[in-house]
């Protein structure tokens, strides 16, 4: 919302030293979120200047220039007649016009020198009102300063800035949903005045105080609302006022096109205007139907089933049920209420009788509507925050004072106010409230008195207060609604900064300081960490390679998407971190390493539907149990992708391309962290490379996850590179696993002996076997065994290969004999011979 100074200075009292500062510093201490500050944009010498010849030139492009000589007074500093050229012909010698001299600049950093153009050295322009910033004052051309300012004294060389208004300021605020009255000056000047201490004058108060009131000759309007949502019918106040004869050709005010401008409103025609004006200055949407293309009564009502209606914009749309119409005879439709007009009642230059329309509708009903439709407008956004019912009267009687006034109509004595407006409803109220909540002292006169500046009726004769909202605050229902009144009033920066001291024995879970060290642990070895958003389709999951249907019973269906195209909540977390990985390849990272911990659907079985709970009511612990049955198991998960090269090259060798080993290392690496033993053996999982794919378990054959090369199929259809990497765990798995003390290793102090051994195996058997079979056979004094190389060719056999192995051996308490370390050496042989086949290599 913009805040013309000089508009903000007709509501509330303003200082002679107020600056757009100093106001938006006020504004947010009431809460009022300061969004820039716009005005003085015209900078430089920009003065009165008075045509002394004009001298048409005709070019050869068929245009025609005027070579003019201008006075400007000392403003040049000579005192001799400026030399411009200018290509409009709306002035005429003697006109006093908008001279810009060199060195000045215009809106938008338009500097001004004097330049060679059609033969001539033009030093300056002469101004219109677009290259001002200023609304056409209707000439379509130069500004006559005749025209603009009628009876002015003025002199050449005078500083026009002033005289134009261009060295006003306006305020943009960001206006919260809801705080809707500060849609408007008159809301905004109430807060200045707040905050500042000053008056404030409501002009509503004397326009509601002279509005006639409602009597038996006004236009007919009925209100048939038959399915009112949520029990709330969608009009309960409707104003109307008919003006005849009303010249819609007139211009609009130059004053009021500059507030509407200012404001960032496009002037349009003198009805528009004039509805728009008093939108903007009071918060109260209206509208103006032409009165001849109205047949019958107003009928407000709900849209009927395949009911469709052509609205202002031009746009055909099909209505729903729950759209709110304005009809006439409760048949053609006019407009949808609070949101569009209809194309059929739309003013036009031939119009001369106006209705003048002040309702006040469901806020729900409109916003749900402009929703639907996709047309957001200015009456809707204020609608659907809340206007002020009682204010429709005041609003139109301004309406029709502008129309009289500037357009020569004259009104109807016919007043039509349907007012089924409820009473606000009065809130319980303990004062000694706010300083609980705060946690600052308020005394009780305070807190009367500020709750009285806000417009509310303050009972304090007991204990319990008896406070009333006023009409234009639909956001105030409880307590505490109150309460952030008075905070905010007296002062957020009133309120001290306290440090809470927590309780001692508290800290991270279990669970918590995992997912920590598994983060610092990967972003240490050069991962990223993502977040994405946990949203997928049967689309994916077919290019993934799940068996849709499957997959579709594995997660469950959001009632109302952000996006049609993603309706599913994702059961595995490489189905959303493929659009990260592709998003960053695509933007020239072509070695990425990503990690991403976040929760996956997993249902087993069909999705339950949770119960409904009224609102404002504690569900019993029985109703908890069976909402929280509901909820399908999240799993955290834990997820890993790599495309490009695992080790960069230089100048020291070449790089080495990410493989499924880094995949599998990076989940080894985590639960080694975790001090969680994991056994590793092949498998053939989705959506994986066959044959490049390890299965994680734990000891007891828990299963724990995947990791491997994604399968070609797959990088083709997600549009990811090649050979790209990636391995998903269940973390929660992790999790439980590593909550248990583990046992720490004495370090011995006896030196280690080291035994190599090359075991020759069929080539489907697999190097994790082997090695456990080693493991089992060598016995406690085993410290470690390493594969350091695997070999396949003529010297292994034909369809064999060489598995070599480092084992290292030590005992605690004393320095292994040779025999002992070859005796562990051939147990271990013998037991990877009995559990895979394996031939000790000669």
Excluded at 551 to 565: D, H, M
Aim: proline share 7%; glycine share 10%.
């Amino acid at each position: 919302m913009r805040i013309p100074l000089d508009w903000l200075g007709e509501y509330a009292e303003l200082g002679d030293d107020v600056t757009g500062a100093s106001v938006a510093a006020s504004l947010v201490r009431v809460g009022l979120e300061e969004e820039g500050l716009h005005g003085g944009e015209v900078t430089g010498p920009l003065v009165v200047g008075t045509v002394l010849t004009m001298e048409p030139e005709p070019q050869k492009n068929g245009k025609t220039i005027n070579w003019c000589t201008v006075d400007v007074g000392d403003a040049n500093g000579t005192g001799e007649p400026q030399g411009i050229v200018c290509g409009a012909h709306n002035f005429a010698v003697g006109d006093q016009v908008v001279v810009v001299l060199p060195g000045a600049e215009l809106p938008g950093g338009f500097a001004i020198s004097a330049r060679k153009t059609y033969g001539h050295v033009s030093a300056g322009m002469i101004c219109a009102a677009d290259e001002l910033g200023l609304p056409d004052d209707g000439s379509g051309g130069i500004i006559r300063l005749a025209d603009r300012l009628p009876g002015a004294d003025l002199k050449p060389g005078q500083d026009a800035i002033p005289l134009l208004g261009l060295d006003r300021e306006t305020v943009e605020i960001n206006v919260t949903p809801d705080r809707g009255y500060c849609f408007a000056i008159r809301g905004v000047a109430r807060e200045y005045t707040l905050s500042e201490g000053n008056a404030f004058t409501d002009p509503a108060a004397e326009l509601a105080a002279a509005a006639p009131a409602g009597n038996a000759d006004g236009h007919p309007v009925q209100v048939r609302d038959d399915a009112p949502l949520r029990g709330v019918v969608g009009c309960d106040r409707f104003v109307a006022r008919i003006v005849r004869g009303v010249d819609v050709s007139a211009p609009t005010p130059a004053w009021m096109a500059t507030r509407l401008t200012e404001a960032g409103m496009r002037p349009i025609s003198l009805p528009v205007d004039v509805t728009n004006y008093v939108m903007l200055g009071l918060g109260q949407p209206l509208h103006a139907y032409d009165l001849a293309t109205i047949d019958g009564p107003i009928v407000v009502r709900r849209a009927r089933a395949g009911e469709k209606l052509k609205t202002l914009d031009g746009t055909e749309r099909s209505l729903f049920p729950e759209d709110l119409l304005i009809t006439d005879g409760g048949e053609r439709g006019l407009g949808i209420a609070g949101v569009m007009g209809g194309f059929d009642s739309e003013v036009s230059d031939s119009t001369t009788d106006f209705l003048i329309e002040g309702a006040h509708f469901d806020p729900i009903t409109v916003a749900r509507s402009a929703r639907r439709h996709k047309l957001p407008s200015e009456a809707s956004k204020r609608f659907e925050r809340g206007v002020d019912p009682q204010l429709a009267p005041a609003a139109v009687e301004l309406v029709v004072r502008l129309l009289v006034e500037f357009g020569g109509g004259t009104v109807d004595a016919g007043v039509t106010d349907l007012d089924n407006v409820s009473a606000p409803e009065e809130i319980a109220f303990e004062p000694q409230l706010a300083s609980r909540l705060i946690g600052m002292p308020y005394t009780d006169e305070q807190v009367a008195q500020v709750l009285r500046d806000v417009g509310c009726e303050v009972d304090d004769a007991a204990q319990v207060w008896r406070v009333t909202p006023p009409s234009w605050r639909p956001d105030l229902h409880t307590g505490p609604d109150l309460v952030e009144e008075v905070a905010r009033v007296v002062g957020y920066d009133q309120i001290p900064s306290v440090l809470p001291t927590p309780p001692g024995g508290r800290g991270l879970t279990h669970g918590q300081h995992v997912r920590r060290v598994v983060a610092n642990l990967l972003a240490a070895r050069g991962f990223s960490e993502i977040w994405s958003a946990p949203f997928t389709s049967d689309e994916r999951h077919a290019a993934l390679g799940y068996p849709v249907e499957a997959a579709r019973a594995r997660t469950v269906r959001i009632a109302n998407p952000l996006s049609e195209e993603q309706p599913l909540m994702r059961i595995s977390l490489l189905s959303t971190m493929v659009d990260a990985l592709k998003r960053n390849v695509a933007r020239g990272f072509k070695d990425v390493a990503l990690f991403e911990q976040g929760l996956v659907v997993a249902l087993d079985g069909p999705q339950q539907p949770a119960p409904s709970s009224p609102v404002g009511v504690l569900p019993d612990p029985e109703l908890l149990d069976r909402i929280r049955a509901a909820v399908p198991p999240q799993p955290r998960h834990l997820a890993v992708l790599m495309s490009g090269e695992a080790t960069h090259g230089g100048w020291w060798g070449s790089g080495r391309p990410a493989d499924w080993s880094d995949a599998v290392a990076a989940v080894r690496g985590v639960a080694e962290a975790l001090a969680v033993p994991l056994q590793v053996a092949a498998s053939d999982a989705t959506p994986y490379h066959p044959g490049r794919c390890a299965e994680f378990t734990l000891a007891d054959g828990t299963l724990v996850g995947h990791a491997g090369e994604l399968h070609p199929k797959v990088v083709q259809k997600v549009g990811i590179p090649p050979r790209t990497v990636g391995a998903e765990i269940d973390l929660d798995v992790l999790i439980a696993a590593s909550d248990r003390a583990v046992p720490s290793t004495p370090i011995s102090t006896m030196p280690a002996a080291t035994s190599d051994v090359a075991l020759v195996v069929d080539r489907e058997v697999v190097a994790a076997s082997v090695e456990a079979a080693l493991r089992e056979g060598a016995g406690p004094m085993l410290e470690s065994i390493q594969l350091f190389d695997s070999y396949q060719g003529d010297q292994a056999g034909d369809g064999k290969k060489s598995l070599a192995y480092r084992m290292v051996f030590r005992a605690a308490d004393r320095t292994l004999k040779t025999e002992e370390v070859n005796k562990a050496r051939d147990a271990a042989v013998a037991s990877a011979g009995a559990a895979t086949g394996a031939t000790q290599r000669a």
